[in-house]
């Protein structure tokens, strides 16, 4: 896309509108990706870490997500504000309330989440803390796919409306 058309893009309602969904739907599918490897593969693997090195790989594994994890969960939620705000053509209402609640859900968890990643990170990857993690994981791993698939609707709608 070159400058002229990214430009025009923003001068016609629906092409934003569009270019708004495709940003929404590109970071709800990057998420579900994300949180389905966390689940089945990287939590399940912090058993397995000497419990001697559990701190500094703790620590290490939370410095580095902060660009591929934490930066795609504010773009997510920011398409989620901007797609309630600026409806794609074709959208129910009752979808994009949908979609902003699972969102609010989402960033509501972390009351939860972050006090039993700080606990992990004090007590270790003791094998009833790891249990708890990946139990309690599954409510954002269907958030988040919940989410894609309503995007994906969404989009379908849009598709729709061409016709």
Do not use: C, K
């Amino acid at each position: 896309m070159d400058w002229h058309t990214a430009v025009s893009a923003t001068t016609h309602p629906s092409a934003a509108r569009d270019l708004i969904l495709l940003f929404s739907l590109t970071f709800a599918l990057y998420r579900v990706g994300d949180i389905w490897t966390f689940q089945v593969v990287l939590f399940p693997l912090w058993q397995r870490v000497r419990a001697a090195d559990f701190p500094a790989y703790h620590q290490a594994h939370f410095r580095s997500i902060f660009g591929v994890i934490f930066v795609p969960m504010g773009l997510s939620a920011l398409g989620a504000i901007l797609m309630w705000l600026f409806p794609p053509v074709g959208a129910v209402p009752w979808l994009l309330n949908a979609a902003l609640i699972l969102q609010l859900v989402l960033f509501l968890s972390l009351l939860y989440w972050v006090p039993l990643q700080m606990r992990i990170a004090r007590e270790g990857n003791q094998a009833a803390l790891i249990r708890q993690l990946i139990r309690s994981h599954w409510t954002r791993v269907a958030n988040l796919t919940l989410y894609a698939l309503l995007v994906l609707w969404l989009a379908w709608l849009r598709l729709r409306a061409f016709a």
